[in-house]
């Protein structure tokens, strides 16, 4: 029977610290096809919340209260953000999906033997968790994004808050409450990123009592590869992406 893997604790503190630094490298090592993707998208999302809630004005749609000036740099941050996140989702190289998934398959089964000590109930655990994040940072992207919507929209020309609040509850009731939404759309935006993003360089495997070295080799980005082509299959992505 195998024994239950343990995990140390870190504080808080040291843990985002961690995160924040492991994402900045994960930026600093995407080349220009990620680049590409990520500008694009923070161009097309932009465009939509922007046009939606009328920060651009367009005929299409009206506006009953005007922007007040904080509606402004959330929209550009939440843009940037989600721009980031489906960037993440960019494979470095344009590959067969087959191909990619033969080639991780392969990379895991090669971890896989130099690490005798990490069996392969660990190995799925670890990809499982991997997928949990994947989940986690897109649940947390699509939250972000509608609750930038609500809070940089017009307050009585949501259809939502107009039907629950009424005009006048609208003004009196949501609008105070947007700012405070604004905050939380940026919060969520942030955290997706990073969970994200810090998930390419480092896939936290289970590591073994026995504390053997091949195990520590598994924990780092030598086997991203082998959980990307997981990663891959869940995807809501298009256009290549992991």
Partial sequence: MTAEPTRTRR??????????????????????RQWAFTAASTVVFGL?????????????????????????????????GMGLLIGSYVNPQPTNRKNEVEDAQSQANLDTAIDGSLNVSQVSLGIDEE???????????????????????????????????GYSGAITWFAPVQPFLAVLALALTVVAVVYRLSGQIECPLPQSKSGASGSQ???????????SANAARTSPFPFGME
Avoid: M
Avoid at 56 to 75: C, E, L, S, T
């Fill in 11 to 32: 504080p808080l503190g040291q843990t985002v610290h961690r995160k924040l630094a492991q994402s900045w490298q994960a930026l600093r090592e995407w080349n220009r």
């Fill in 48 to 80: 939509l919340l922007g046009v939606a809630t009328v920060l651009i004005p367009n005929p299409v749609f009206g506006r009953d209260i005007a922007p007040v000036w904080w509606n402004y740099p959330v929209w550009i941050l939440t843009s940037i």
């Fill in 131 to 165: 997928n949990t994040k994947t989940t986690l940072s897109e649940k947390l992207g699509i939250a972000g994004g509608a609750l930038a919507w609500f809070a940089v929209g017009c307050p009585v020309c949501n259809k939502i808050a107009l039907l629950a609040l």
């Fill in 217 to 227: 080799a598994v924990n780092t980005r030598s086997s991203i590869a082998s959980n």
